[in-house]
C-alpha cells in the first residue's frame, strides 16, 4: 500500500495499492522531487476513465515500470475531478507540445512543477504510433540528467505561451446572434444530426442557444436542427435504452457507439436540452429522453441523503469496454425468446454497433423504428411496440444481475448544482415531485458540508472552483424561483459577493478558473469544453440577481464579462454556444413578477410557461403577474389562460 490509501478520492485509493511510491498533489511531493533531483512524473485521470484504468492494468501494476517510476522519479497521482483546475493547465500545456489531450495524462514536470514533456495514454509496448512507456521513461531519465539548460529554456518558453493574451474589448449588439446561428449551422451535421466530426459530443450550450432562438426567431430549420439533433442522440447506443440516461460521447458520426461512462455534468445539460425541447415542441419522444435521465438520476446517482455522486464508470475491467452494457445475440436470445428475440433483434442490433474488441458484442441503438420492424414481419405496429416494452424490461432486469461499474460517490457543489438547475428546470415542463425535493434536500447537505460562512469548497481541503460558485448559485437562483424561499436568493447573493472578491478579474473583468495561482498562470476562458462556460453561465446569473434585487453592479459586471469575451467567441463556433446564450440573455431577458401566491395557480402558469431566458422574482399577493422586457411592462396578467395566451403573443417577436 503508497500513502494514496488515506486519500478521499475514489480514484486515488483504486491506485493505492500499486507498487509505485505515489504522492497526491503535495508541496511535499515537490520537495522531495528538489532534495534528490528527480523529474516528476504526474498522472491525472478519473475513476470513470477506461484508458486510465487500462494504463493502470499494463503499467502501473507493472514492476518493472513501478521500479522505474520509484528509483528515477517523484510520481504524483491527480484526480481530475478533485483538481479540474490543476488538471487543465497541464492539459493545455501537452497540447501545446503537440500530443494533443484527454486522459489518462501523462506529463513529466521539473521541480518546480513546469512541464517538459508529455502525453496522454502510453501502452506498455510499441504500437499505434506510441512508444513503450518503459521506453519514454529511460529517455526522460536520461534527457533530465543530460539537458537541464535545455529544459529551463523551454519551460520558460512554454510559460510563456500558456498565458493569456490580454482581452480586448468589443461590441455587443443583436447581430452577433444571428452570425452566431449562421457560425453553428455551419457545422450541423444534416445526415447525423449533432455538430462537428468524430469524436462527437452533444455540445449544449449550443443546443440550448439554438431552442431559444427558434423560439424568439421563428426560423423552422433551427428547429429542425434541435429536434433532429435530439432525436438522433436519443436514438444511439450513446443513449443507454434500457436504464435511461447518455454515456459522455459518441466514437462515431452516428451516436451509436459510445465512451460508456456516465457523467453527471453531461446528464445535467442533456436534461435541461430535453426538458425545454418538450417543453418547447411538445414531442413525446423528447420528453421520455428526459424521463430516462431522471430515472439514471434517481437509481444510480443520487445519494439517500442529498446530492448527486459524479460519475458512473465505463467498464467493470478494463478488458471487455462497455461490457455491462452491450449485448451478444445469444444473450439477446435466451433472455427474450425467439418471439420477441425476433422483433427485438431487429429494433436493436444495429451491424454498426459491434464492439471493436468483440464482434460479437454489440451496443443497443434503435436500427429500425416501430412501423420499419413492423413491416417486414407482417404484423401490427403495436405488437412491436408492446414487444419492444416488454422486451426492455427484461432485458434491464438481466443486466442488473450483472456486477455493475463502479460510481464515484464524490459529491461536488459544481456537479450538483447542474443537476439540480437541471432537475428544477425539468419539473416545470415534467412535474415529478422528486426532481423539486431531492433537488432541495440536496441544496441544504451542499451548503452544510461546502460552505463554513466564509469559505466555499470544492473537495476537502480544495477551495471552490468558479464552477462550483457559479453552477451552484443558479441552482440556489433556481431553487428561489421554485418556492419563493428567499434563504435560497440570499445564500446565492452570499456566495456571489465571495466569488466576484475572489475570482473576478480586476484588470480586465470576467471570471478566473480558480484561486490557485499554477505556474504562474490563470485560466479564464469562455469555450464550451463540450459543457457550457461558467464564464458564460455567470452572466446569466448576474443578470438574473440584477433583477431580483436591482443591484445594478451586477448587471455591469455581465455587460463587463460579455464584452471581453466577444472577440474571442467570434472564433469559436459551436463551443461559443453558451456565451450566445448569455449575450441573448443581456438582451432579451424576460422578467416575471409574481405577485400571487407561490403555491397557487397563477405563480405555477408562471414558471411552467416555456419562454427562453426567464426571471421569476415574487412580490405582494395581488392576484397579478406582470412582465417585463427590455425596458417595457405589459399590462398585468390575472390568469394562467392569460399567461399562456401573452407568451404566443410574445413567440418569434
Not at 89 to 106: E, F, H, T
Not at 157 to 186: C, S
Not at 228 to 247: E, P, V, W
Not at 464 to 484: P, Q, S, V
Request: charged letters at 25%; hydrophobic letters at 40%; aromatic letters at 12%.
Amino acid at each position: 500500500m503508497n500513502r494514496l490509501q488515506s486519500e478521499s478520492s475514489a480514484y486515488l485509493k483504486h491506485a493505492a495499492d500499486q507498487k509505485i511510491d505515489w504522492y497526491p498533489w503535495s508541496e511535499e511531493a515537490f520537495e522531495r522531487a528538489r532534495e534528490e533531483n528527480k523529474p516528476v512524473f504526474l498522472s491525472s485521470g478519473g475513476v470513470w476513465c477506461h484508458w486510465c484504468h487500462v494504463m493502470a492494468k499494463e503499467s502501473f501494476y507493472n514492476e518493472e515500470t513501478a521500479g522505474l517510476l520509484n528509483d528515477h522519479f517523484i510520481s504524483i497521482k491527480l484526480d481530475r475531478d478533485e483538481h479540474p483546475d490543476i488538471d487543465r493547465i497541464y492539459q493545455q500545456a501537452v497540447s501545446a507540445m503537440g500530443s494533443g489531450g484527454g486522459w489518462p495524462l501523462s506529463v513529466f514536470l521539473t521541480s518546480e512543477k513546469k512541464p517538459f514533456f508529455g502525453g496522454t495514454y502510453f501502452p506498455p509496448v510499441d504500437g499505434h504510433g506510441r512508444p513503450a512507456f518503459n521506453k519514454i521513461l529511460r529517455e526522460v531519465v536520461r534527457f533530465y540528467r543530460e539537458n537541464q539548460g535545455q529544459i529551463a529554456a523551454y519551460t520558460e518558453k512554454l510559460l510563456a505561451f500558456l498565458k493569456q493574451e490580454p482581452h480586448t474589448e468589443g461590441d455587443v449588439n443583436e447581430g452577433m446572434l444571428d452570425g452566431a446561428v449562421r457560425d453553428i449551422m455551419e457545422e450541423y451535421d444534416s445526415t447525423n444530426g449533432g455538430f462537428g466530426k468524430i469524436p462527437k459530443f452533444h455540445m449544449p450550450g449550443a443546443v440550448e442557444f439554438l431552442l431559444n432562438r427558434y423560439f424568439i426567431t421563428g426560423k423552422t430549420e433551427i428547429a429542425e436542427a434541435v429536434t433532429k439533433t435530439l432525436r438522433s442522440m436519443a436514438r444511439g447506443g450513446f443513449h443507454d435504452q434500457l436504464q435511461g440516461g447518455f454515456h459522455r460521447y459518441s466514437t462515431d458520426e452516428s451516436w451509436i457507439v459510445p465512451h460508456f461512462e456516465k457523467m453527471a455534468d453531461d446528464n445535467a445539460w442533456l436534461l435541461r436540452n430535453y426538458a425545454d425541447a418538450y417543453g418547447l415542441f411538445g414531442d413525446e419522444d423528447l420528453k421520455e429522453a428526459a424521463e430516462g435521465i431522471i430515472v439514471f438520476l434517481k437509481e444510480v446517482l443520487s445519494d439517500p441523503s442529498g446530492g448527486f455522486y459524479a460519475s458512473q464508470d465505463a467498464d467493470v475491467t478494463p478488458d471487455d469496454e462497455g461490457g455491462y452494457f452491450t449485448w451478444t445475440e445469444d444473450d439477446f436470445r435466451r433472455v427474450l425468446g425467439d418471439e420477441a428475440y425476433q422483433i427485438l433483434s431487429l429494433y436493436f442490433l444495429n451491424e454498426r454497433g459491434s464492439m471493436h474488441h468483440d464482434k460479437t458484442k454489440k451496443v443497443l441503438s434503435v436500427a429500425l423504428d416501430s412501423d420499419e420492424v413492423a413491416s417486414r414481419l407482417g404484423i401490427p405496429p403495436e405488437t412491436v411496440n408492446n414487444t419492444v416494452k416488454t422486451g426492455k424490461e427484461k432485458l434491464l432486469k438481466e443486466r442488473t444481475v450483472r456486477k455493475a461499474p463502479f460510481i464515484d460517490k464524490a459529491i461536488y457543489p459544481s456537479l450538483n448544482g447542474l443537476l439540480i438547475s437541471a432537475c428544477l428546470h425539468a419539473y416545470r415542463s415534467i412535474p415529478d415531485e422528486w426532481l423539486r425535493d431531492f433537488s432541495l434536500k440536496s441544496i441544504r447537505r451542499i451548503m452544510r458540508e461546502h460552505f463554513d460562512g466564509n469559505m466555499f469548497f470544492h473537495a476537502k481541503g480544495v477551495k471552490a472552483l468558479l464552477a462550483d460558485y457559479i453552477f451552484f448559485i443558479d441552482a440556489l437562483i433556481t431553487a428561489y424561483e421554485t418556492t419563493a424561499e428567499r434563504w435560497y436568493l440570499n445564500n446565492a447573493k452570499i456566495l456571489m459577493a465571495i466569488c466576484i472578491d475572489r475570482l473576478w478579474d480586476k484588470d480586465e473583468g470576467g471570471f478566473f478558473d480558480s484561486e490557485a495561482d499554477i505556474l504562474n498562470v490563470r485560466l479564464k476562458g469562455i469555450e464550451d469544453m463540450p459543457h457550457p462556460s461558467a464564464n458564460a453561465l455567470a452572466v446569466i446569473v448576474l443578470l438574473k440577481l440584477h433583477n431580483m434585487n436591482g443591484n445594478g453592479m451586477y448587471h455591469k459586471y455581465a455587460e463587463t464579462s460579455l464584452k471581453i469575451f466577444a472577440l474571442r467567441a467570434k472564433d469559436m463556433g459551436v463551443h461559443a454556444g453558451y456565451y450566445y446564450c448569455a449575450l441573448d440573455a443581456y438582451l432579451n431577458m424576460t422578467s416575471l413578477s409574481v405577485n400571487a401566491e407561490p403555491l397557487g395557480e397563477l405563480a405555477a402558469a408562471a414558471r411552467s410557461v416555456f419562454f427562453p431566458y426567464k426571471c421569476i422574482t415574487y412580490g405582494e399577493n395581488s392576484g397579478q403577474v406582470v412582465a417585463c422586457r427590455r425596458g417595457v411592462c405589459y399590462e398585468p396578467l390575472e390568469s394562467p389562460e392569460d399567461i399562456s395566451e401573452f407568451f404566443r403573443e410574445k413567440m418569434h417577436q
